[in-house]
Structures are given as C-alpha cells and as structure tokens.
C-alpha cells in the first residue's frame, strides 16, 4: 500500500520536477513548479502552482503556466511590480502591483526559434493563480541553444532589476540588468568554478544573513545536473563571494554543496520572505534515475523549505547552514528524531517501519564519517552504486536531526551546516529510530 507525504509537497501521479517563481505575497508561500499535467513521465512542461501559509501544509492550486504547441515554459520566477515598470497593471492589482512570471521559453519543433532557449514575461492579474503571456515575447534571446533559468530580483538602490541567468554548456552564470523587464542589458559572467563536469543551472543570487551579526554576505547558488558528491548526480553546489552591482566573485576555491545526498536538486529561494529571510526549496530528485521511478504509487517530492544563513567556519570563511522549516508534531504527520553523537564515537542508528525492521535506513557513524544506508529502503529502480551516501564530521560532538515523511528522509548534521536527503521507499511508513548500540559494517 502506498504511503503519501504529509510536510513535503507532491503533485502525485503527475511528474513534476525543478521548484520555481517562488515568491512570497500578503502571507501566502506560493510555489510553482515543473509539471507535466497529462502523465507521470517528463513532457508539455508548464507550471504547478501550490500555495501555503506555513510552508509545511501545501494546497494545490493546479497548472498556473501551460505549455503551448510551440514552447513548453522552463523555470524561471516571479516577481512583483508595485511600480509598474514593465506597464502591465490595471486597477485590479491593487497597490502590491501584479506578479510577473520571467521564464524560460523552450521553443519546440515547428516553432520559428525551433531549437532556442529565450527569456519570456507573462503576467498574473489573480494573485498568481493563472498567467498570461505578453504579446511581444521573447524580451531576451541570445541565440543559444541552451540559455535558462533566469532569477530577477529588484535593486531598490539602483532602481532595476537585475537577473542571473544560466549559460548551462559554458559553466557560466550571465549577470543581466533591466529597468523595466523589457530591455536587458549584458553586466558580467562568473563561472566556471568548483562542480564543472554537468551542465549549470538554476541560479540564484541571494544576500544571505550571517548568524549572530546584522551583517549579510552574497551567496550564488548553481545547480549542476550532474558531477554531485554522490555518485556523480544532481546537486546544488553554492559559491560564497562579493557582489558590487556588477560583478560577482568568489571568496574560496571549493566546491561546496548545499547538500550532501543524491536526491537534492534546483534548489531555489522565495522572492520577498519577510523578515529578512532566506528561505530555500529544492527537489528532491535526481536526473540519474528519476526518469525510472515512474512506476512508484507517487513520484517525487520537494524538499522541506530551509531557511539559510551563514555562519563562520575558521579558515573556510562562512558557510552556510540550513535550518529546515518543521511541521508541529501531529499523531500523522513526519517523523521527527534528534539525537547526538559523541566525538570519535561509532555507532549505528536504525530508522525502520514500525513492525518491519528489515526495512530500514541505516545511519552508521565510524572513523570521523557518517554514511545514510538506504540500501534496505531504496525504492526498487535505484542502482545499487547509489544506496550510500556519506559526509566527514567536524571533530567534535555533533548532533543530528532526522526527519522521516513517507518516501523521503532528510538527515541535518551539526545545525544544518551538513544535510543529506534521500528518497526511500514508498511502501512504508519509516518513524522508528533505534540505537542498534554496534558499530557500522565495514
């Protein structure tokens, strides 16, 4: 019997993939997503939409952005436009101004821009339940191939927008600016740098907080669809540097990730958190086999929305840590575990249905290293090679929090500055976490 996500959000039977255009307006969460909604596998790309007032309890709202004959809409975000900037508000937008969806047009055979990627604009007058194309799209064409993902936010001192956009096969991220979404301008390009061995995507240029201090530090993430830290998968890698309005570059050399598991991709923040916050989501999938699962009770999930900061790490500089966003406890609702782990200390933890311990994911702890075991509770199309997944601990004690919801288990280690985030199997309610008291297999 298959058993549903409670705090993740899933589409179910449809296939969905990367999260996008989130944003965050009069106390709504909105997420949008890649969906497909006529079948379980990739194909008509557009837009879901789903909105919550916590970001744990997810309503759906159905397909916000379809796809035409002609192009399939990519990811992208969407932004608000009090000032009206690009001239697409009328009176029933009230003073927030409308949101606006900048994507990606994947233009499809038949199509004039056949085999092109362009920036496109359409235009949401219902508080983001439905978007409308304008009528003199693209507003942006490189005449690439591969071009995607453009992330836009406002630069209220210089009065513009400024965009990140990817150029996947180059390895780079292209800095754009515009004042009216319309007409953008080429600023600079940054990459290649750490992960270069797939392609890049996804960005995101966020003024992330660091712990402890008013102070903030510009963080950009970048998806690679492949050459993760396990086995070689989807991931997202983040590069902390300096940002001058023009120009971004990077603090360290590193590749380092925003999560050590093989199910962590695309990951993306909401546009206009309140409070300051810089809240992330990203899918949880890999493009090594995500195409295999298709004959699973439900596809695949999000992740839990994390709140990111930074915090110092001595010679590596800052680095961030991701707090992940918990449902209250509730008779039916995730599994939630906490426990420590002392220094130089070996031990294994099970984490098994109830009344079923020969499914269970193993987190076994030996020789300074933690490794998450799904190799028990792996959903049945996963390879073998990619049942194990492991990070080095700090030398000292740490403590680690396991959240468990129906097909997907997130491990955060240390506060959130390590987390790993696995899909298990579908079949069965993993909650029980025991201390087998013996030390990992070797």
């Known amino acids: 019997m298959a058993v549903w996500p409670v705090a993740h959000f899933t589409t179910g039977a449809t296939w969905m993939n990367d999260p996008n255009g989130m944003i965050h307006r009069d106390g709504v969460w909105h997420l949008y997503l890649q969906h497909n909604p006529h079948g379980r596998d990739w194909g008509s790309i557009g837009w879901g939409h789903a909105t919550s007032s916590d ?88 005449g690439k191939q591969d071009s995607r993902d453009p992330k836009v936010r406002w630069d209220p001192a210089a009065r513009r927008w400024l965009m990140a956009l990817a150029e996947p096969l180059e390895r780079r991220i292209a800095f754009w600016t ?107 999938g890999s493009w090594l086999y995500a195409r295999d699962l298709l004959d699973e009770p439900w596809g695949a999930t999000m992740t839990l929305a994390r709140d990111l900061e930074l915090v110092p790490a001595g010679d590596d500089g800052l680095v961030l840590r991701s707090v992940p966003v918990l449902p209250a406890a509730a008779p039916h609702g995730p599994v939630v575990h906490r426990t420590r782990v002392a220094r130089g200390e070996a031990r294994t933890f099970a984490l098994h249905a109830a009344g079923d311990p020969g499914t269970a994911l193993h987190l076994e702890v030996a020789d300074g290293r933690l490794v998450v075991d799904r190799s028990r509770c792996a959903p049945r199309a996963v390879p073998a090679t990619l049942h194990r997944a492991g990070v080095d601990l700090p030398d000292r004690d740490v403590d680690l929090l396991v959240v468990a919801d129906a097909g997907i288990v997130e491990v955060f280690v240390d506060e959130g500055r390590l987390t790993l985030t696995e899909q298990v199997t579908r079949s069965a309610v993993l909650s029980t976490l025991v201390d087998l008291a013996c030390p990992p297999r070797t």
Do not use: K
Request: proline letters at 8%.
């Open 55 to 142: 970001l744990v309890t997810w309503t759906w709202r159905g397909h916000a952005l379809p796809a035409t004959p002609d192009e399939m809409a990519f990811s992208g975000c969407v932004v608000a436009d009090p000032l009206d900037t690009a001239g697409l508000a009328t009176p029933a937008d009230g003073p927030g101004g409308p949101l606006v969806a900048v994507f990606t047009s994947h233009h499809e055979p038949g199509s004039p821009r056949a085999g092109t990627e362009t920036q496109s604009l359409a235009v949401s007058h219902d508080e983001g339940a439905t978007f409308t194309r304008i009528a003199d799209n693209p507003v942006l064409d490189v």
């Open 178 to 284: 515009s004042p009216d979404l319309r007409t953008w301008t080429w600023l600079s390009a940054f990459g290649p740098h750490g992960s270069v061995e797939g392609a890049w995507e996804c960005p995101d240029l966020v003024h992330v907080p660091v712990a402890g201090t008013d102070e903030r530090a510009w963080v950009l993430l970048v998806n690679v669809d492949r050459g993760g830290p396990q086995g070689g998968g989807s991931a997202t890698q983040y590069v902390v540097g300096d940002f001058d309005g023009t120009t971004f570059r990077a603090r360290h050399d590193d590749v380092r990730w925003l999560d050590h598991g093989h199910d962590h991709y695309a990951a993306v923040t909401f546009t206009d958190a309140p409070d300051g916050r810089v809240v992330a989501m990203a899918w949880a």
